[in-house]
Structure formats: structure tokens, C-alpha cells
């Protein structure tokens, strides 16, 4: 089976500008969860997402928002950036509708750098 | 708010010492699950273990070996005879319920990161 999927790998954008990340989950995986990860704030939660739908979010400003569509597929956009963006994103797949028993499997991250 | 502390934030080690990484967690609930998750250089976090808060039981897998304490709100992971593959970053978390959804969320301690030289 293959594992989560995020592309891309690497970004480099720049003050202002708006980018959008892309998750592909685990086959059969409804479950879709994205974190932020930067070395000052270590990993937080961002939010997940199941059936389409939002199901959780984090303490995040507007800017941050996200997507899924009906093959369990997910996008996270972030408008405006701020040098503060500057991360890795990771995004995670489970099995069922909540996070709360189930393993989450992690991609790899897309890293985004904010000049 | 629910809380993960991992106060070692870098522990080096030789190849074949045992090692054991702490975490303590604070949860107002009586429902809750830990995990430990293990982040290589190539970023990819991987999952190891979960816990959930009933079963106090502590666990082996090969070399690893969890023991968890609800008396002292802690989740400690030991490796023992460690290998320079061991290197990596390692992550607890707990997950319980939000209080304006009762969903979940991951909640990850700052981590430890793992230096095992040869």
C-alpha cells in the first residue's frame, strides 16, 4: 500500500504570496490531519478534515485554511504569507473519522521557505 | 489545556547503551491516548506505540520498551542496546478530547532529539 503523498517537497515563496499544498492519504483513509512544524513551536495542529469536512481545527489565524474532496484527497492553503510561515507541513492519514484511537501515518512534508 | 513536556531536548549516547526518553503530559481528562512517534532525518514522522489511559500495562517491542505511570502522568520510551539507526527525533504526544468539539487533536511534546555514536 503506498503511504501518504504531499507535494511538494520543497517551496520557496516570498512575503504576500499565497501557496497551496497538496495530501494525498493512505488508500481507504478518510482521515486527513495537517500540522506545522517550525523549530520555535515544534508541532502543532492545524486541522483535520473527514468527508469533506472540517473537523477539527487549531489555533490558527484565518490564513491558514484547507480542503477536502470526495477521493479523501486534501489542500491546504495559506494566504498572505509571513516570514513566520517558514515550516514543515506535515500531513497525516487515519482510518477513521477521529484521530482519537487511530494511528496517524505521516508523509514526508512539504518544507516552505518565506523570503 | 492538555500539555506534553519532554525535557530532554538532546541525549547522546554510544552504540549498545541503553537509553530512556521521558515524558510527562498533564489532561483534565479521564479518557486519553499517548504515542510516541519517531522522526528520521528524512522528516517522516513514524508512529511507535499507542497507549490509551485505561491500560497501564507496560509494553516490549524488541528493543523498545514503554512504561507508563498514570500515578506520575508519565510515558517513558527506553531503547535498549541502542544503534546509530536509532538517531532521529522523537516526538511523545497525547490526544484528547477538544472541549468546544470533543473531537481530538494530537497535542506533541518539543521532542528529544537522538545522537547514538558508533
Known amino acids: 500500500k503506498a503511504g501518504v503523498t504531499q507535494t511538494p517537497r520543497y517551496l520557496i515563496k516570498t512575503r504576500g504570496q499565497q501557496v497551496t499544498l497538496s495530501c494525498s492519504p493512505i488508500?481507504?483513509?478518510?482521515?486527513v490531519s495537517w500540522y506545522q512544524q517550525t523549530p520555535g513551536q515544534g508541532l502543532q495542529f492545524l486541522f483535520e478534515?473527514?468527508?469533506?469536512?472540517?473537523?477539527n481545527k487549531g489555533n490558527f489565524p484565518g490564513r491558514f485554511s484547507g480542503r477536502q474532496f470526495s477521493n479523501s484527497r486534501s489542500e491546504m492553503n495559506v494566504s498572505t504569507l509571513e516570514l513566520g510561515d517558514s515550516a514543515l507541513y506535515l500531513c497525516?492519514?487515519?482510518?477513521?473519522?477521529?484521530?482519537?484511537?487511530?494511528?496517524?501515518?505521516f508523509g514526508p512534508g512539504t518544507r516552505l521557505t518565506v523570503l | 489545556a492538555q500539555k506534553v513536556t519532554q525535557a530532554q531536548t538532546e541525549i547522546s549516547v554510544v552504540e549498545k547503551e541503553d537509553v530512556t526518553l521521558d515524558c510527562v503530559y498533564e489532561?483534565?481528562?479521564?479518557?486519553?491516548?499517548l504515542f510516541w512517534y519517531k522522526q528520521p532525518p528524512s522528516g517522516e514522522l513514524v508512529f511507535l506505540i499507542r497507549?490509551?489511559?485505561?491500560?497501564?500495562q507496560n509494553e516490549i517491542s524488541g528493543r523498545y520498551s514503554w512504561n507508563f505511570q498514570k500515578s506520575t502522568s508519565s510515558f517513558n520510551f527506553t531503547i535498549t542496546a541502542s544503534q546509530v539507526v536509532d538517531s532521529a527525533v522523537y516526538f511523545c504526544?497525547?490526544?484528547?478530547?477538544?472541549?468546544?468539539?470533543?473531537?481530538?487533536?494530537?497535542?506533541f511534546g518539543s521532542g528529544t532529539r537522538l545522537q547514538v555514536q558508533p
Open positions: 489532561t483534565r481528562d479521564t479518557t486519553y491516548y
Open positions: 504526544a497525547l490526544s484528547e478530547a477538544l472541549k468546544d468539539t470533543g473531537r481530538r487533536a494530537l497535542t
Open positions: 488508500s481507504g483513509h478518510r482521515s
Open positions: 478534515y473527514f468527508s469533506e469536512t472540517q473537523r
Open positions: 497525516a492519514s487515519s482510518l477513521e473519522q477521529s484521530a482519537r484511537t487511530d494511528e496517524q501515518f
Open positions: 497507549r490509551n489511559s485505561f491500560d497501564e
